[in-house]
């Protein structure tokens, strides 16, 4: 349920009425939608929910429905999409953002000359694993700190935003001094403790979906950060474990417009992780764009064989600038500015 | 294995190196690519086989391995795309095919008014059930004959082709008579016995995805075909069944260019079936067109809400034609032709 | 809805209620349940339709629910399990079915072996397809009507019954004329007009679990079957394509008790294709007879190595007389009478 | 690849040879296996390591292949099963192991309960969760510590043993206090900071098998636990996510013979969460002891309709003691001690 107050409510109005609502067992988050102060109230079954009890606050306008369990997320609460703005960069509004990179940080030349290449291509943000969730413990698990220190300075360097994955709750701090948006893997996506503290740090975040999520569990996920007071949150759809095994993944595009059909905030395509074969990352960035995402997040690395993770699915420099002259001609089409 | 046979071998050499090949035990299928006569060896194992048993047949100049199992489907046989002719309509030759129409053909009135309506709007072939595959046995079967009949009335008066589905081998010979093309469904992909006796209709023939089909499992099925000497089948990717319930079918555009890649068969998307959403069918279609794919199928129906079968999925014939606006401005960016 | 008739209502009163059904554009399936005439209404909306009009009939003694949209397979409909009665054989009356015997008949040698094994080993059904259903054109595609003058002949022989699959309408006749048993494989479950056709042979079908079906799409194959006047259906649980490759499929062994909640039908389970792995076979053999099944279903071969076709998962007589051995054990814990 | 030293290899020896190991960028792991000291060298490529360098080695005795990818968990590192030794109770060697109780801890009347009713009916684990992975933010999160002591205090005063889920590496010290053994949920099975950091806490784990995780993945993330040292890992198959809806999760049965035939850890199945529904819970244990897995873990509630969660899948106490009956008897027949 949403509680629209009237135009006249104070901060403090706000603070009695949630106050008011705990002592009924609900829990009521303070908001401002459309200049107007409101008050989502994310719990209890609002089937059962005597309406005349809200009727004797004075300061309530209007009582509207929220009927989806991903309350904060959902577009009953916000009509309007969600813009993420980081620096210069806006998410979410027209301007299709473009993370690209290595899959893991090997070097400070590689990430150098990978940020050089992707920012002349047309890139906004840097993306590059530091800590990395292998599969298995005798795997590359990462440079840690020193990558995260190599990736800052090679953004800078190249005006670039950066991401990259946090795995451990004890890690976010860390993260937090180096980079621009933290991600949350697909393997973490049901890690609530994680969630429920990366939304605290402060900074966008970057949701990849579970390999077997579905689109509630993903919204889900969304909300235990979104809860914690953080807005700034990008989905990141990146395929989903399938029978077929050709494939690394199987990429579900339509998850862009029925993700943004039931909530206001930005999503965004991995179609490297998403197919796991090179030659396909481009033609499944235009389906992206096509189909009306806010943006692609591409595995690209100076020697792609020679990567030290994900090699069959990361592109090249060259690869990477011929799909970004594509996805400017198709932007045009579909009203997405890429640059 | 390919015996590519030289430039003057003639069609009786061809026959009487595939019985020679029978004696070894050996299934030789004659073909011409390239212009050049040449013998698919479609069974036993290649790696098996001592290569300097066909050294000793003077007629073959090169051998050739063709590795896949569907023999007669890859790209190691067949280098160049196939292209389909029908009447003035080609299919796989950068011509967008557009197959529009009713889930299920109703009346006389509903069939003729959607074909007007669609192929108004640039649709080049008219789709439509007659017999029906449906779950239920207490649902709706199609109007059979009757429907078949309509519909050729329908598509001759507005200049389309048309596509039906065939679900009994013992309606093959009605299916021929009254359309241009024949579909196998999905539930039927693996219906062998189907399969074999369609091939030999002597039509084209849109092969659907099973719902939990490999992309092998999907070209052998076409292998199936292929095999009784129909090299005129296009694959039809309609969603897969996974785990997500918001959508009836994850629909995988991945598969526009990966089974590109390994065949050399047109790929149809079916946007209605791949989501189930009415809303989602023109942002899919989108993206079909965006990742290289050689047409869409697509249900439209004069009063969507009021079709008898796939209502939630079926589009307007408005709804159509601002699809079709907005796929000609995105074919033009891809090379595709949209009418 | 069910109408329950007083105990005086004759068959001639059936019909002519079943005809005024028709007039309400309800079809009503006449049935005899605990020794009562009934008639089940299979089509329409149960919510929407008005119970008055029922009470006007003088013949209808009680009015039950039918919420189920598998109608005649629903336990609303029969409290008590079927039970199959073939020769001297029921299924589904606390015997434990065993069909075995191997994938493909490959010769009157092999299978009068195999029958002779299987059955001093305890079956009671042979199991041996003549049309096989294999994913691959070129791949072996059984005897055909030769290999069910063996199997017929070898049942006959060592007094077993009889089971093969029928995968094209045009042989149900031969199939009807030779065995005792007609199977409907997994990748036909949904080729309805096979299931339509198959229903009036007048023999008990065994219908095998598609790849991907639910638990309602295999109910309402069933079905199909079943609105042709046919009772005697069994269910085959034969594993479902999940993203596990290690085994050929997910043996889902929980469809036991689930489906025998549901419907009336006997559960069988058929080990070998649910695992596909020969050391698996006996194990879930065990769990399927704990789990309260019918029977079950595997694949037997003299030299199980040297079989055409699933050679991985095929026990040799040894490896089966042992597991009957334990099965017997099995059952005196849960009431299950092993031969 | 395996080192079997000779057996007057002493300790310092085999210090010294992982140290030689190092220097070739080899990690040797150090263990005794049926009383020989032995190093498992865990990365590399063993085709390609040059097998003569380590005959250089005097006190290698032989050398072993170790070609799965979880080395320390694998069948070929170690021939005989695991057995856990907790207090009294032995996992893994024979005794049927019986994890019961409430899903949350509630309060301390509902942990005595069913600790009480548990323990009698023949239980010798209760489990019981404090900190709960809700996948709403909003549903009820667990008491915390203070659940944690309720059930200390419960299974202490019952004598039984206790089972608990870790979700966050910051409340492992917590977790290690309170509990015998620690549970990874199936949403952190792929949490690798958390099974680096839970593997060194000294207590046998219990790991709960991923929604769509295949045995791969299951036994790698085992392996991340195995390598810090704690031999202890008991595996849980749960059920995984698969298109069908009406269970919660489709149980796996086959994971039980094909994991113990892999590798050398104790295999449990819940049927709780591998159902989903209460009346499904016993048959799916019957099938899992036929199966020979190693115990069960179940939920069971004074009031399973009351629970704060899984009300649905959760069984009364007198419905967990018609259950335990029933599992003695048939642990009869297949040599597990239920107790």
């Known amino acids: 349920m949403i509680l629209v107050l009237k135009p006249d409510a104070s901060q403090e109005d706000v603070e009695q009425l949630v106050a008011k609502l705990a002592w009924m067992d609900l829990q009521g988050i303070a908001l401002e939608e459309e200049g107007r102060r409101t008050i989502a109230i994310v719990n209890g079954d609002d089937a059962k929910t005597d309406l005349k009890q809200f009727a004797a606050f004075p300061l309530v306008e209007t009582i509207l429905p929220l009927t989806q369990k991903f309350k904060l997320a959902s577009r009953e609460l916000r009509k309007q999409p969600t813009v993420i703005q980081i ?19 090997e070097s400070e030349e590689q990430i150098f000359e990978t940020a050089a290449a992707v920012a002349k291509a047309g890139a906004n943000i840097l993306r590059g694993g530091a800590f990395k969730p292998r599969t298995s413990p005798y795997d590359f698990q990462g440079l840690g700190v020193l990558g995260l220190q190599y990736m800052q300075k090679a953004a800078k360097a190249h005006g670039l935003l950066s991401v990259s994955e946090v795995m451990d709750p004890q890690d976010i701090d860390t993260l937090v001094e180096h980079v621009d948006i933290l991600q949350i893997g697909a393997r973490n996506m049901q890690n609530f403790s994680l969630l429920k503290q990366v939304g605290k740090a402060g900074k ?12 509630m569990d993903f919204l889900m ?3 235990y950060i979104l809860q914690t007071g953080n807005p700034n949150v990008m989905l990141c759809e990146r395929g989903i474990r399938t029978f077929e095994t050709y494939a690394r993944n199987t990429l579900d595009i339509a998850a862009v417009p029925i993700l943004k059909a039931l909530c206001h905030l930005p999503v965004i395509i991995d179609p490297s992780h998403g197919t796991g074969i090179r030659q396909m ?31 069959k699915q990361t592109i090249s420099p060259l690869m990477f600038d011929e799909m970004m002259t594509k996805l400017r001609a198709l932007g045009k089409v579909v009203d997405m500015n890429v640059l």
């Open 221 to 223: 996920a969304a909300e």
């Open 87 to 105: 620096g210069s960069v806006e998410i979410g509004n027209g301007t299709f953002a473009v993370m690209a990179g290595p899959c893991s940080i």
């Open 281 to 311: 990352v481009a033609p499944m960035a235009y389906a992206a764009i096509a189909a009306g995402s806010d943006g692609i997040m591409v595995e690209v690395h100076p020697t792609p064989d020679a990567a030290l993770s994900d090699a």
């Open 204 to 215: 966008p975040i970057l949701l990849k979906r579970g390999l077997s999520a579905t689109y």
